[in-house]
């Protein structure tokens, strides 16, 4: 089991904008990281911090965090955003722990 | 930019020792940073497995603390993991990355990146 929950899928029509979540009480006190993955590739960082993107990341990614909930949202879909996603935080213990949530395939229709 | 990359054996057997290393480039692996092992079971999400400062200092995975060394070797810039007593439940592609962190206004917040390509490790006999 994981200590960050995500839906295990959501879907969006080309262009339009979805929300994807992460929830867990560590996040209550530390920002989640948010990755994609593609099949057969290694995850790539899309956000991190309260909302920064990596130098490639198109800016329709972005992030935010109220209480203990992270978001990653895509203003926009493209085809090319179809992947899964998963966050990423320390864990509730106080422990220099990290977890990753159970992940979100999205899927661009 | 820093590069990482994964070597090992891809077939273990079971009750063997999983050993990998990852070589770090274009970079030191004596920054200000933690050097991690992240796993994947095979259609399975991403799991923690542990890291590692350049003065030796380790976290593990609770669940995984029991069979896991991490250890750094600063002369090569690379740092290695074994995982033992294997079963096919460690079957999985086998990450290295770099952790960053950083606190702002109290709130902290760590992230990887880069990761290594990642390589698959199959237990069986």
């Known amino acids: 089991s994981s200590e960050l929950t995500q839906d295990p899928a959501v879907s969006v029509a080309l262009g339009q904008t979805v929300r994807i979540t992460c929830q867990g009480d560590?996040?209550?006190?530390?920002?989640a990281s948010w990755y994609q993955q593609k099949p057969g590739q290694a995850p790539v960082l899309v956000i991190y911090?309260?909302?920064n993107r990596p130098s490639g990341i198109p800016d329709r990614f972005s992030g935010s965090s109220s209480g203990n909930t992270a978001s990653l949202t895509i203003t926009g879909a493209q085809a090319e955003d179809e992947a899964d996603y998963y966050c990423?935080?320390?864990?509730?213990?106080?422990?220099?722990?990290?977890?990753f949530g159970g992940g979100t395939k999205l899927t661009v229709l | 930019q820093v590069q990482l990359q994964e070597s090992g054996p891809g077939l273990v057997k079971p009750s063997g020792t999983l050993s990998l290393t990852c070589a770090v480039s274009?970079?030191?692996?004596?920054?200000?940073?933690?050097w991690s092992w992240v796993r994947q079971p095979p259609g399975k999400g991403l799991e923690w497995i542990g890291e590692i400062y350049h003065s030796g200092s380790t976290n593990y995975n609770p669940s995984l603390k029991s069979r896991v060394t991490i250890s750094v070797d600063k002369s090569k810039n690379q740092f290695s993991l074994k995982l033992s007593s294997v079963t096919a439940a460690d079957t999985a592609v086998y990450y290295c990355?770099?952790?960053?962190?950083?606190?702002?206004f109290g709130v902290g917040n760590n992230w990887f990146d880069p990761w290594g390509q990642g390589t698959l490790v199959t237990v069986s006999s």
């Open positions: 990423n935080s320390r864990d509730s213990s106080g422990n220099h722990h990290v977890v």
């Open positions: 911090g309260k909302n």
């Open positions: 990355a770099r952790k960053n962190s950083i606190t702002i």
């Open positions: 274009g970079g030191s692996i004596s920054s200000s940073n933690w």
């Open positions: 560590s996040l209550r006190s530390y920002y």
